[in-house]
């Protein structure tokens, strides 16, 4: 395989690990305001995300993969309602450890990323073109 086949794997790689970034954001942010149903029922706990680095064998290529996605143990936020399904004993509902102006600020470099990968992808694909176009 040759550099520019290498790098259109090296981007694309990065493009997967960006959208799977993205859909956990979208997840965080669709959820933002899921309480519990119950009184003291936990409500919805922010999503994580982690990549790795990873070696293609038959390249030698340094790929871009989500390692794991896991949750935020952050403290949940307690707002006083005494009259809400989910009130604990005290008349307190737990709301969700998601920050929209995070997440916003997350899916906003996570598009960047992907950007990114895109235009390296197609710039490489573009090479590969001419180059074929020159053997011709």
């Known amino acids: 395989m040759d550099d520019l086949q290498v790098s259109t794997r090296i ?11 993205l859909r956990v ?5 669709a959820n ?18 982690s990549f790795k680095e990873q070696v293609d064998k038959a390249t030698g290529a340094e790929l871009v993969k989500v390692k794991k996605i896991g949750v935020d143990r952050s403290d949940f936020e307690m ?3 005494p009259n809400h399904p989910a009130a604990d004993a005290n ?9 929209p102006l995070i997440e916003m600020m997350d899916m906003k470099e996570a598009q960047r990323g992907y950007e ?6 197609q710039i490489s694909r573009q090479m590969i073109s001419k180059t074929v176009d020159m053997l011709k």
């Open 79 to 81: 707002r006083y309602d």
């Open 25 to 29: 954001v979208s997840e965080n942010i």
């Open 116 to 121: 990114a990968n895109l235009n390296a992808m």
């Open 11 to 21: 981007a694309t790689s990065g493009m997967k690990a960006q959208a799977t970034r």
């Open 91 to 99: 008349g307190y509902v737990k709301l969700p450890n998601v920050n």
């Open 32 to 49: 933002a305001d899921s309480v519990g149903t119950k009184p003291g029922e936990a409500p919805y706990r922010r999503k994580t995300l």
